[in-house]
C-alpha cells in the first residue's frame, strides 16, 4: 500500500488526538460516588461530608467525591447491589443489612447484649471487631470502618409503652434482619421489613404501628410527629459499616488508595463524635417538639425486657459464634 502525504499527515493527526485524549483521561479525577439513605444532619451525613472534604484536600485534583444522601440514588434494599455491580464506590449501611453475607455481624443485632455506646465502640475496636471489617473480602466487599449511630429505642402509635406485654400483637417495622425479627416474635409482635425510606408513611398510615431506632433518625425523619410514645429501652445498637467494592478498592494506585485510608480515619474520627452530640440534640428536640411522649423505664421494666428478649441470644450462637458474643460481652466491664 501506497502511503500519500495526505494519508500519513491524517494518521500522524490521529495519533495526536489519541495521545491527548488518553493524557487527558490521566489527568482526569478519579469520581467516588458515596450513596447513603439518610439526611446531611445525622452522624453519618455527617461523616460522609467529612470525608468528601477531607479527601479532596488530601488528593486535589485527584479524586472527586460525589454523594448522594437520603436515598436520592439508592434506597437501602438497593444500594448493597449497586456497590457490587460497581455502580457506586462507597456506602455505609446499617450493620444489620450484612446477614447475608457474613453471620457474624449479626451479634450486633442481638437484644440487650452491649450495655452502651462505649461497649459497642470498645468491641469495634477489638481484635475481634478488626477481624470483621475482612470477613466478607471474599463476597466483593471490604470494610473501611465502622462509624456510629446510637443506641435504639422502640417507638409505637399506643399510649402505654412500658413492659413487653404492651407491644403484643402490635406490628413493627425492623431492618431486614433475622435476629431483630427473631428480636420481635419473642415479644409477640409481629415484624415487618420495610425500607428505611418508607417507614415514615408506614407509620403514618398504619401499615405499622411502631418501629426501633436511634434519636437521631427519629428526629430526622420525623418519626416521633406519626408516633405517640417513645420509650428509652436502648436495646440495641445501630452503627454503620463504611464500605466499598474491593475490586476497584483494590485496583486503586497506591497513593489514591493511601490517601482515601487516611481521609476514612479522619472521617471516621469525626463521625464518631458527632454521633453522641447529635443524638443527644435529637433527644431533646424530640421531647421539646411536645409530638411523642418519651418514656423513661425503670429498672423493673427493663429486665422485664431484657428477659424477655434474652433467647434470641441462644438461637443465633451458632451462627455467629460464641467467641465473638463473648467478645462482646467482655466490652461491658
Known sequence: MKLTLPTIAAGLGLAVALTFSAGAMADDPITIKFSHVVTDQTPKGQGAIKFKEVAEELLP??????????????????????????????????????DRYTKQLQVFDLPFLFDDTDAVACFENSDTGRELLDSMQDKGIKGLAYWHNGMKMLSTNKDTLQRPEDIKGLKFRIQNSDVLEAQFREVDANPQKLAFGEVYQALQTGVVDGQENTWSNMYSQKFHEVQKTIAETNHGAIDYLLVTNAEWWNGLPDDIREGLEKAVEKATEYEQQKAAEINAEARQSIIDADGAEVVQLSDD???????????????????????VIEAALACND
Open 61 to 98: 485534583g485527584k479524586v472527586e467525591v460525589e454523594l448522594y444522601p437520603n436515598s436520592t440514588l439508592y434506597g437501602d434494599a438497593k444500594e448493597m447491589q449497586a456497590l457490587l455491580l460497581g455502580d457506586v464506590h462507597m456506602i455505609a449501611p446499617s450493620l444489620s443489612k450484612f
Open 301 to 323: 421494666d427493663l429486665d422485664a425486657w431484657r428477659d424477655a428478649m434474652k433467647p434470641v441470644w441462644d438461637k443465633f450462637e451458632d451462627e455467629i459464634g460464641a467467641d
